[in-house]
């Protein structure tokens, strides 16, 4: 999930003259500035989103799981998918499901028990990284580490690369809330809105327990109020007029 360029004009914007203001540029630099401490989120994000990978597909590929979340993120429900490509989904769905369940180690319980234990570190160290941010750019705890004059953000007083990383990553954690949605003018948050059977596939299975339980839990947190509102304030925004009031 790392990104690497601003596109403008379906080009690279790599300087001012690329269409782009001085202040724009400066914008973009600020963005994608990487530092020591930038590459060490890089790091750990890269950890949490396998981590989130294999303890969600658990829950959605094993044994006594409904098909029908994965099989929606695969796109075998989605309009914009073409009918052959959702037939050929359909008919190789059973084959990857048990290729992904031996690939990810599906059935080992002490794997499971790490990544679990990954997520809710990472998740701890963000809802202190967000406080930490509050209070150095807003002066006091105010809203639990998300309110105030200024938004806050993992680094900074503005957003970067490694907010839009988090965020990419730790989506499918709040499935209720961002995926499986219409609340976003009838949309998704999730891909921007672009796929329509997230919001309109009527699920007919209930999300599994132990996915529910740390949904719930993170919007209680910084961590998931900072999720939401990045989510829904940012997401269809563009860099140039992103803000942080």
């Known amino acids: ?69 994965t099989y929606l993120a695969w796109g075998g429900l989605e309009p914009q998918v073409s009918l052959v490509e959702r037939a050929i989904i359909t008919c190789i769905y059973p084959f990857l499901k048990y290729g992904i369940r031996d690939g990810f180690k599906l059935h080992d319980s002490v794997a499971m028990q790490n990544r679990y234990e990954v997520i809710r570190t990472l998740l701890d160290r963000i809802d202190i990284q967000l406080v930490a941010q509050h209070e150095k750019y807003n002066g ?60 309109t596939t009527k699920i007919t299975s209930p999300t599994p327990k132990p996915l529910l339980e740390l949904e719930a839990d993170m919007l209680d947190r910084p961590v998931g109020r900072y999720l939401v509102k990045m989510y829904k304030k940012y997401r269809k925004h563009s860099l140039f007029t992103t803000s942080t009031s």
């Open 1 to 69: 999930s790392y990104i690497h360029s601003v596109y403008v004009n379906n080009r690279i914007a790599t300087s001012p003259t690329d269409s782009i203001s001085i202040a724009q540029h400066a914008k973009i630099q600020s963005f994608f500035n990487r530092n020591q401490e930038t590459i060490m989120w890089e790091k750990e994000l890269n950890i949490f989103g396998h981590a989130i990978q294999g303890w969600c597909y658990y829950y959605h590929l094993g044994h006594v799981a409904s098909p029908i979340f």
């Open 140 to 199: 006091s705890r105010g809203g639990a580490g998300v309110g105030g004059p200024v938004d806050t953000f993992l680094l900074g007083d503005q957003l970067s690369y490694v907010d839009v990383n988090f965020c990419s990553l730790a989506a499918p954690l709040l499935m209720n809330t961002l995926v499986l949605t219409d609340s976003n003018n009838g949309q998704s948050y999730y891909a921007n809105g672009r796929f329509t059977s997230f919001a």
